[in-house]
């Protein structure tokens, strides 16, 4: 069982930057991959970022490639996303998900899940 809590959301103008923080429970962080998803109002809930256990690989999103940075330390049992030049469509609840092994991007191969944090990034 894994516990995810996240947070570092807030009010940011554009062309800002936020740093999101996932804190997961239990001695086996490293065995999980990890990942972001988003979902705003309205919307159906999409993947942003993904890293592997070791933090060897990465994935991201088209829409965050070159403005969001995800990373983690397993010596913290964190996950970060380093959010830059933030754009009013990036306004949504960021949540963090852990699966098992192999890095996944899609929504249903994730096991466990945050309960998310807001972004909200003003015009």
């Known amino acids: 069982q894994v516990q995810l809590v996240e947070s570092g959301g807030g009010l940011v103008q554009a062309g800002g930057s936020l740093r999101l923080s996932c804190a997961a429970s239990g001695r086996t962080f490293s065995s999980y991959a990890m990942g972001w998803f988003r979902q705003a109002p309205g919307k159906e809930r999409e993947f942003v970022a993904a890293?592997?256990?070791?933090?060897?690989?990465?994935y991201y999103a088209d829409s965050v490639k070159g403005r969001f940075t995800i990373s983690r330390d397993n010596a913290k049992n964190t996950v970060y996303l380093q959010m830059n030049s933030l754009k009013p469509e990036d306004t949504a609840v960021y949540y963090c998900a852990a699966k098992l092994l192999r890095v996944g991007v899609e929504m249903d191969e994730y096991d466990y899940w945050g309960q998310g944090t807001q972004v909200t990034v003003s015009s």
């Open positions: 890293i592997s256990w070791s933090g060897g690989s990465t």
